[in-house]
C-alpha cells in the first residue's frame, strides 16, 4: 500500500515555507523508493540551500534560471546526470543536465602550484593543458602532467607552447592588487583570479621596478567589452601617471597611437595606425618590444607586427615605471602580464605574420619566424631560411604556430567547460566522473581521465543560449 505524508505536513504547519527540495517517496511493504528525479526542473525562487555546519565546506550547484544549492557532487554522467547529496538530506538526488549551469568544486589543490609551474599548451579553441613535453612532432605533442599522467594532444590543434618561467622573466603576474599602485584609491581597478580588471576613465595603475635593462619586452593579454580604450605607459618616472615623463601607447577605437609625454610641457606625437581588422573578437595578445637607448618602439598584436615607430626628438625617457590606464567607461581585462629582458634581436620582417610561418621567441627576446620541426629530449628543433637550429626548452619563451597550418576542436554534444584556479579552461565532452577522476573526449585529445583535485569548477551547457556567461568581474 502506498502511503502519502505531505498533505498532513501542510494541514499541520500552514504558514511554514518549504525551501528545500521536496523529495517524493513511495512507502511500499515498509521498503522506502527515491522516486527518479533525472531531468526535474530546477527549484525557482533563488537560494534554496540549507545553512551548513560552520567550517564545512561544500561544493554549490547552480542552475540556469539562477537557483543554487549546497552539498557534495558524488558523481556525474551523460546518460545519469548529476547525482547530488545535500547535507541535511538523507539521500542523494540526480538532477539532468538540461537546466544545469556549473558546479563550483571544493577542491584540495587550491593553488594548483604543481601545474603552474609546468609548461602550458594553448589550443586554437582557447583551452590549456600542462605539462612536461616529452615529444612533439607535426602529428602529436605528448605531454606528462600530474593531473592527467601522459597524454597526446594533435599538433594541428596547438597554437602555442608556453614553457616555464624563463631567467630573462622580470615580471609575470598579476598575483594581487597590493604590487601595484593606484593613481586614487576609488576602488576602480580591481584584481581577481590572475586579472586586472578596470571599467572607469582615467584610472592608472604602475609599478616601477629597480634599473631596468634599457631592452625589454612587455606582453600582456587584453580583453574589453563594447570599444577598447587602453593607455599603456612605459618608462615612466611616476608609476601614477601615464601622462608625464614617459612614453603613452593609445590603444583605442580601433587606433594605436604612440606619444612621448613631457612634464607640463606637452607631448610629442610619434605616429598612429589603424588596427581595426586585428581588434574584432574582444581580445587580443599584445607584446610591446622597447629600445630605451635606441628609442625605438615595436607593437605586436597576436604574434603580428603592426607598428614600428622610432622616437627623433631630442633627449631621452629615463623611467623605469610600467603603467595602465582605462580611457573609457567600457570594461577592460589584463592578465598574463611578463616583462622580460629582450636583446634587440627581431627576426620576422614586417610583411611576414603568424598566417604561414611559426614564430620562436627565446628567454633573451629573440624572435625567430620559421617552422618548429620537433621537441625531442627537452630540446627544440626550429628552421629558418638558413638552418635547422636547436634551442633548449629552458632557453625558450614562447613558440607560436601558423595559423593557416591549425584547426580548431569541433564542438560535441555533451561539451562542459572545466575551469582552474588559475582561470585556465578545458573543454571536453563529459563521459563520467566520480569523486575522484573526471573522464572526458576532445578531437584534441582523444579520451583522458583527468584528477578532480585540480578543479576549481565546471560549468555546463557552454553554448546554451540561456546560459549567461558569468566571467570574473565584468
Known amino acids: 500500500m502506498i502511503k502519502f505524508s505531505i498533505l498532513a505536513l501542510c494541514l499541520v504547519f500552514p504558514c511554514v515555507s518549504l525551501h528545500a527540495q521536496i523529495e517524493l517517496i513511495n512507502v511500499v511493504d ?14 525557482t525562487g533563488g537560494d534554496h540551500s540549507v545553512a551548513v555546519k560552520e567550517g564545512r565546506v561544500d561544493d554549490r550547484l547552480f542552475f540556469l534560471n539562477e537557483d543554487q544549492i549546497s552539498g557534495a557532487l558524488l558523481e556525474m554522467s551523460e546518460s545519469e546526470g548529476v547525482v547530488w547529496k545535500h547535507p541535511d538530506a538523507s539521500t542523494k538526488v540526480s538532477y539532468g543536465l538540461a537546466n544545469l549551469k556549473k558546479v563550483e568544486l571544493k577542491t584540495v589543490m587550491t593553488d594548483g602550484a604543481p601545474l603552474s609551474r609546468l609548461p602550458k599548451i594553448i589550443l586554437t579553441n582557447g583551452d590549456a593543458y600542462r ?22 594532444l594533435q ?16 615580471y609575470e603576474g598579476p598575483s594581487s592588487l597590493e604590487e601595484w599602485e593606484l593613481n586614487n584609491s576609488n576602488g576602480n581597478w580591481k584584481y581577481e583570479k590572475n586579472a586586472l580588471f578596470s571599467d ?13 635593462p634599457d631592452m625589454v619586452s612587455l606582453a600582456f593579454d587584453l580583453e574589453w567589452r563594447g570599444n577598447c ?13 601615464v601622462n608625464q ?8 577605437n580601433g587606433y594605436i597611437r604612440c606619444y612621448r609625454n613631457y612634464d607640463k610641457i606637452g607631448r610629442n606625437d610619434l605616429g598612429n595606425i589603424q588596427v581595426r581588422d586585428k581588434m574584432n573578437d574582444g581580445s587580443l595578445e599584445v607584446e610591446l618590444l622597447l629600445n630605451r637607448a635606441k628609442k625605438e618602439i615595436m607593437i605586436l598584436f597576436d604574434g603580428e607586427l603592426v607598428a614600428r615607430w622610432s622616437d627623433t626628438f631630442e633627449g631621452n625617457i629615463r623611467g623605469d615605471a610600467m603603467l595602465f590606464g582605462g580611457m573609457g567607461n567600457n570594461p577592460l581585462k589584463l592578465s598574463n602580464i611578463r616583462l622580460r629582458e629582450w636583446d634587440g634581436e627581431f627576426d620576422m620582417g614586417e610583411d611576414q605574420s603568424l598566417e604561414d610561418t611559426d614564430q620562436l621567441t627565446t628567454s633573451n627576446g629573440d624572435v625567430f619566424a620559421g617552422t618548429l620541426e620537433k621537441i625531442e ?36 554534444k555533451g561539451d562542459v567547460k572545466i575551469s582552474f584556479p588559475n582561470t585556465e579552461v578545458i573543454t571536453l ?5 566520480d569523486q575522484r577522476v573526471f573522464t572526458g573526449k576532445s578531437e584534441a585529445t582523444g579520451e583522458i581521465t583527468l584528477q578532480k583535485k585540480y578543479f576549481d569548477a565546471i560549468q555546463f551547457n557552454p553554448y546554451d543560449d540561456r546560459h549567461e556567461e558569468e566571467e570574473d568581474l565584468w
Open 30 to 43: 515498509d521498503v522506502e523508493i527515491v522516486e527518479d528525479t533525472t531531468g526535474v526542473l530546477a527549484p
Open 131 to 152: 605539462g612536461k613535453i616529452v615529444h612533439m612532432d607535426a602529428d602529436v605533442l605528448q605531454l606528462e602532467s600530474p593531473m592527467a599522467g601522459t597524454f597526446t
Open 155 to 170: 599538433s594541428k590543434m596547438v597554437a602555442a607552447i608556453r614553457p616555464s618561467s624563463s631567467s630573462g622573466s622580470i
Open 200 to 212: 572607469n576613465h582615467n584610472q592608472i595603475i604602475g609599478q616601477e621596478f629597480d634599473d631596468l
Open 229 to 241: 580604450n587602453l593607455q599603456v605607459g612605459f618608462w615612466g618616472r611616476d608609476p601614477k601617471n
Open 245 to 252: 615623463n614617459c612614453y603613452t601607447l593609445n590603444i583605442q
Open 377 to 412: 629530449a627537452e630540446v627544440l628543433y626550429f628552421k629558418n631560411d638558413f638552418a635547422v637550429f636547436q634551442v633548449p626548452m629552458d632557453r625558450v619563451d614562447e613558440v607560436r604556430f601558423a595559423q593557416g597550418t591549425r584547426r580548431e576542436p569541433r564542438l560535441q
Open 429 to 433: 565532452s563529459l563521459l563520467n566522473m
